[in-house]
């Protein structure tokens, strides 16, 4: 439209303010190296077999680096290097624990814009998520296991005494294999060794196969905070290597946030071995939105619950339970905000949705919508442009979902939603525990008294409330069923890693 100082005729060729403007993090700001070796008591090293894999960027599939392939003589290296260091950093005080662990932190918060950058390019998830979810929340439970280190006596851990008082004198387990995800590489590695660390015991950890850089840049600043050789040990690798740590008979503790069906193996493997374990595994999270829910609101939860990290969070609020009365006011307000997600270069600041990790993972969500369609829900999805080269999948909403549908009942670990509706909240909550997990789940309403009887009623280790995948350090994170055992993070996070 002209404007009014436009003479009658002639067109206004003034450049649009509003016309999105491309906002790229710059690359520049991390050093990728064409090649890394295994982190192996304070050192870089070759494979024993000489083996390598490539790690690519899941938004270009351009090869980012060549990282050593850890065999079994590798992980059993490792761990005879963390059982050496063990004598040495169980016996510190807890104090001068805490002063490596704070020095971590810091260094994380120094690099946080490297790592920003590096974590994005390896796993295609957005800058904007990296820079202000992941890192900071890196940084904190550092921070916060830190405190921790020399309070393990007063954290009321162990039997009860004769006269009521809590255990004292918990001790480290000694040496724990870590296997960690690939949709929040730098996190999960944080959620583990931090406890661990201030717990007193060493660590051997394998990052996930396609996203194993940002494990090995923490290995340089393991060594920039000087933490004692063999503390921290990192071992690259696939299945096979993960199988090796965790049937080494030298690992006391075992830690894995995956998938069920490994959990489920790894669970078997260490039966009757005595080896302690914390399982984080799979979920299919109902977020629940009643009919008195602000629904812009809960339309923005709604969003951050699925389409965080494109729904590749193992605690994504993937069902959708809406009451009847209120489902097409909330359904043309969630389609409306989709149509304004921008979806693309993971490093412009203005994405929203950036690129499934692999193509595997891709050709997954692809097989389990395609199922979704041929069982009878609606598929919907917002008009978006998808990038040529890399691994790529629009944000999708499923209407008309019934129980008996694949997609509500099976993790998809994609941006894909399964919309469902109730008339009660009776309904709701059966609804929402007819799952074979219970890892997550949220309600949206305006009345404090049914938050408090429905959250009661949900099998779900995390209940949100008027939120949806919130994260703090100081608060434990864990499910039931199939979605594991254990709990990370807050005073319970210390537990998995101490004898009491």
Known sequence: MASENTPQGASDTRPNPFVYAPAPESRSVVDIAPSYGLFIDGEFAEAADGKVFKTVSPSTEEVLSEVAQGGDADVDRAVKAARRAFVKWSALPGA??????????RIIQERSRELAVLETLDNGKPIKETRDADLPLVAAHFFYYAGWADKLDHAGFGRRTAEGGGGTNPRPLGVAGQIIPWNFPLLMLAWKIAPALATGNTVVLKPAETTPLSALFFADICRQAGLPRGVVNIVT??????????????????????????????????????KKA??????????????????????????????????????????????????????????????????????????????????????????????????????????CELPSAGYWFAPTVFTNVTQAHTIARDEIFGPVLSVLTFRTPDEAVAKANNTQYGLSAGIWTEKGSRILAVANKLRAGVVWANTFNKFDPTSPFGGYKESGYGREGGRHGLEAYLDV
């Not at 339970?321 to 909330?330: I, P, R």
């Open 237 to 274: 690798g696939d299945g096979s290597t993960g199988a090796a740590l965790v049937g080494h008979p030298d690992v006391n503790k075992v830690a894995f946030t995956g998938s069920t069906a490994v959990g489920k193996a790894i669970a078997r493997a260490i039966a009757g071995t005595g």
């Open 96 to 105: 001068e624990r805490a002063k490596y662990l704070f020095r971590i932190a």
């Open 278 to 383: 914390t399982l984080e595994l799979g979920g299919k999270g109902a977020n629940i939105v009643f009919d008195d829910a602000p629904v812009d609101q809960a339309v923005e939860g709604i969003v951050t619950g699925i389409f965080f990290n494109q729904g590749q969070v193992c605690c994504a609020g993937s069902r959708l339970l809406v009451q009847e009365s209120v489902h097409d006011e909330v359904l043309d307000a969630l389609k409306r905000r989709l149509s304004t997600l921008r979806v693309g270069d993971p490093l412009d600041k203005n994405t929203d949705l950036g690129a499934i990790n692999s193509a595997e993972q891709l050709a997954r969500i692809r097989t389990l919508a395609d199922a979704g369609e041929a069982e009878g829900a609606e598929r919907w999805s917002p008009t």
